[in-house]
């Protein structure tokens, strides 16, 4: 008798491919990468065409600190060029499992082959432009305020205050166990609820970011997601909320949406990283809060550009500080 061997069990990524959380940057802090990088610019010359206008020129001179359109199509064009190098680095496509961080999950789309460039370039420019409108509308008063040295007893008792007094608290970013991001209506109430607890006061983001009080702009990114012809995914993509993993078209496009208003949970996702035996992490870009924790349990590297535009790869130590 012949006995047929099985088919061969497909081995568990062992590498995370992390993309970092869309955050404002300027033309000083990456401006020599977008000009001289080659992946920079093939990825910029498919989204000038689907914008209709020159995304590095318009965020070179762009007001310093501004979260608009161009910062955010800026933002991706550098994440997707980062995320290529990395994956083009001899990495194997079957050991890697992609984690987008805090919007990531539009750079995911590309990379994972799921959607293309111009769309997703498309729907952030959209997207970017109604934030900001909503922004100075519906959203004026809110910020995403980010502070650290305050357990879950205080933290819990410190939105229960805000709460008490008639005013709108709720989780945006669970970074690390003493480290949070939270939409708020009254910052100086806030802060001054955080310094009197002995935390320390980090930063605050306008406008707000992943609130429930951003649901049409959750609607908005269904409705443009929904018109994109859907690619098969070359990598299994890890969502930033409750750490699942998938590999479907559909549930990735989904996460697109779901970002605007769901809490990111990053201490979940690094946990089901490491229980699932991933081995190593890759920072495909710079470094953020999301790395404290990420460094604590796995080995990390960030590939970013240097001041003069070079790609370099940094071990990033445990120790180190954020």
């Not at 401006?31 to 920079?40: I, R």
């Not at 020129?57 to 994440?79: C, E």
């Not at 012809?229 to 989904?254: C, I, W």
């Amino acid at each position: 008798m012949t006995v047929l061997a099985g088919p061969r069990p497909v081995p568990s990524p062992t590498t995370a491919v992390v993309l970092p959380g869309m955050a404002p940057s300027t033309w000083h802090a990456v401006g020599a990468y977008m000009t001289t990088s080659a992946e920079v610019a093939e990825a910029a010359e498919v989204a000038d065409r689907a914008v209709g206008y020159d995304v590095r020129a318009a965020f070179r001179d762009q007001p310093s600190g501004s979260y608009g359109a161009p910062a955010q199509l800026a933002f991706l064009l550098n994440t997707v060029a980062l995320g290529r190098v990395v994956l083009e680095q001899g990495t194997d496509p079957d050991d890697v499992v992609l984690v987008p961080s805090s919007f990531g999950a539009w750079a995911a789309c590309v990379l994972s082959g799921v959607a293309d460039l111009a769309d997703v370039a498309r729907a952030v420019q959209t997207l970017a432009t109604r934030e900001q409108e909503l922004g100075e509308s519906s959203l004026a008063g809110l910020a995403t305020v980010f502070f650290c040295r305050l357990d879950g007893d205080a933290v819990a008792g410190l939105v229960g205050w805000m709460r008490a007094g008639g005013c709108h608290a709720e989780p945006a970013l669970d970074l690390d166990h003493d480290l949070v991001g939270y939409t708020v209506d009254d910052v100086p109430r806030m802060r001054a609820g955080v310094e009197a607890r002995g935390g320390i006061w980090l930063h605050e983001m306008r406008p707000a970011v992943h609130s429930v009080r951003s649901a049409e702009l959750a609607d908005l990114a269904h409705d443009l997601v929904s018109g994109w012809d859907l690619g098969p995914a070359r990598f299994p993509v890890l969502s930033d909320h409750d750490g699942t993993s998938t590999v479907e078209p559909g549930v990735l496009v989904g996460h697109v949406a779901a970002q605007y208003v769901r809490t990111v949970d990053w201490p979940r996702t690094v946990s089901r990283l490491v229980s699932t035996g991933i081995e190593r992490a890759v920072v495909a870009g710079p470094a953020s809060l999301f790395n404290k924790v990420l460094r604590r349990h796995l080995p990390t590297v960030a590939v970013t550009p240097d001041d003069d535009g070079r790609v370099v790869s940094r071990s990033l130590r445990r120790s180190e500080p954020r």
